[in-house]
């Protein structure tokens, strides 16, 4: 299977460690997204890239998360300094990247809880 | 200010009947719309989408209607089965912006 693939799937910190998740996209997309949902709540955008480019950040991405993409390939979400309002189902997903019907394909997610 | 709503948290319908659920969009730029399904502790898979040109899109027993006026999106099922039951969520794009702009999900349970 060659779809969106993430790791570690469940996490449990305590706050104020850091934690790290990863993500390699379907293999011949150029698009990664992170995305983060809570429960009753549809997926809220955080970052994307294009290749390896960081192309657009939500206000919602404070300065304790960072996510790259070093080589175009896969990414890394990392979040410094957990806090309980961090916990929630991060989502990693990859497109073609085409100006058209871009259509978004997403991993099983990784669960962090931080308590 | 939330772009793309769903505005029933939930919805419980037949084996064998339709299914509707329903979207809203605020944002007259977005063009290109998704309709995702989740299971629990899963994440989304895609189902369905349509571009802002067509007004309907068919895909075995799913449809999607675009009604650009009235900035409103429906999915259709039929018919239902209980292996439908999970959350839908319909999402939103365009062209020029890469992200998708996700509504809060409706919760479908088929009853056997």
């Known amino acids: ?115 | 200010d939330q772009q793309v709503k769903q505005n029933s948290p939930s919805l419980s319908v037949q084996e064998g009947r339709i299914s509707i659920l329903n979207c809203d969009y605020t944002n007259s730029m977005f063009d290109y719309f998704l309709w995702y399904k989740k299971y629990p502790a899963e994440g989304p898979t895609f189902l369905i989408s349509i571009s802002s040109i067509k007004d309907k899109n068919e895909d075995g027993r799913f449809t999607v209607f675009l009604n650009k006026s009235a900035k409103h999106l429906s999915l259709h099922i039929v018919p239902s089965q209980p292996g439908d039951s999970a959350v839908y969520f319909c999402a939103a794009s365009h062209t020029n912006a890469g992200k998708s702009t996700f509504g809060d999900g409706t919760t479908l349970t088929v009853k056997p």
């Open chain 1, 1 to 115: 299977d060659t779809g969106v693939s993430q790791d570690p799937r469940h996490k449990i910190t305590k706050r104020g460690q850091n934690v790290t998740f990863r993500c390699d996209p379907i293999s011949e997309h150029n698009r990664l997204y992170w995305y983060r949902q809570t429960l009753g709540q549809g997926p809220e955008f955080l970052t994307y890239f294009q290749n390896e480019a960081q192309l657009e950040k939500s206000r919602l991405l404070s300065d304790r998360f960072s996510a790259e993409r070093p080589k175009g390939s896969f990414s890394t979400l990392e979040i410094q300094r957990t806090e309980q309002g961090d916990s929630a189902m991060y989502l990693c997903a990859s497109s073609l990247g085409v100006n058209s019907g871009n259509t978004i394909y997403f991993g099983e997610g990784s669960w962090l809880t931080v308590v």
